[in-house]
């Protein structure tokens, strides 16, 4: 099947500070990318979905400015978090897919902010 | 809007027993449903798939069976290993949508 790869797994950084985590697509192009965040036993809860090109759409509570969301080409779309917070600790899962396929999702980024 | 429910767990089960994780759905038209299984410390993989009423997904010995009368997309399989222990998580997407919607996902756990 297709392969997602998302980098890195886990990430420690001081409150304050801004993390990037990569989500690739090796082997198809994905014109569509989403963002999901997975708090301790709980489902997953989808942040944004950002088509290649285009600005991300965001869900509802979701703040995009400490959020950023790029997706500028066909493989890669990045999410940062800026200025993170222990409250953003948590585990982030991308998925990507072609136009008419299912998703493929990533192995996740565990981020702790310490 | 679209929903997924899904019996919480914990499940804890002994090796070689019977396993059925129960999944309704609400949702308008017909969604395409999936169940995904997340491995600890990973990310998820697509456990099986069925796109249409009656429709059975199967894969490494589970199966479910889209029941459009009862909204419903039971996972089950007849004999779990220690190694089946995860979290499955029972998901839908909207014909035409692109996002999923997941359940809460049920924690399994196989004992020798």
């Known amino acids: 099947g297709a392969v997602v790869s998302q980098h890195p797994s886990r990430v420690i950084c001081k409150s304050g500070t801004s993390v990037k985590i990569e989500c690739r697509s090796l082997?198809?192009?994905?014109?569509?990318m989403f963002w999901y965040r997975q708090f301790p036993k709980k489902s997953l809860m989808l942040m944004a979905t950002s088509n290649e090109g285009s600005k991300a759409t965001y869900e509802q509570g979701v703040e995009k400015d400490k959020f950023l969301i790029n997706h500028a080409s066909l493989t890669l779309s990045t999410l940062t978090v800026t200025s993170a917070h222990p409250e953003d600790s948590s585990f982030y899962i991308c998925?990507?897919?072609?136009?008419?396929?299912?998703?493929?999702f990533g192995q996740g980024t565990r981020l702790t902010v310490v | 809007g679209n929903s997924v429910t899904q019996m919480e767990g914990p499940v804890t089960l002994s090796e070689e027993a019977f396993l059925t994780i129960n999944c309704t759905y609400t949702?308008?038209?017909?969604?395409?449903l999936f169940w995904y299984v997340q491995y600890p410390g990973e990310g998820l993989q697509l456990l099986l798939k069925?796109?249409?009423?009656?429709d059975k997904g199967s894969n490494k010995g589970f199966e479910a069976t889209y029941r459009k009368e009862t909204t419903s997309f039971h996972l089950e399989k007849g004999s779990v290993q220690v190694s089946d222990s995860a979290v499955y998580f029972c998901?839908?997407?909207?014909?035409?949508?692109?996002?999923?919607?997941f359940g809460p996902g049920t924690r399994l756990s196989v004992l020798p």
């Open positions: 998901a839908l997407r909207s014909a035409g949508g692109q996002n999923f919607v």
């Open positions: 949702a308008t038209g017909y969604p395409s």
């Open positions: 082997d198809f192009q994905a014109t569509t």
């Open positions: 069925a796109t249409k009423a009656d």
């Open positions: 998925s990507a897919r072609e136009s008419s396929t299912e998703a493929f």
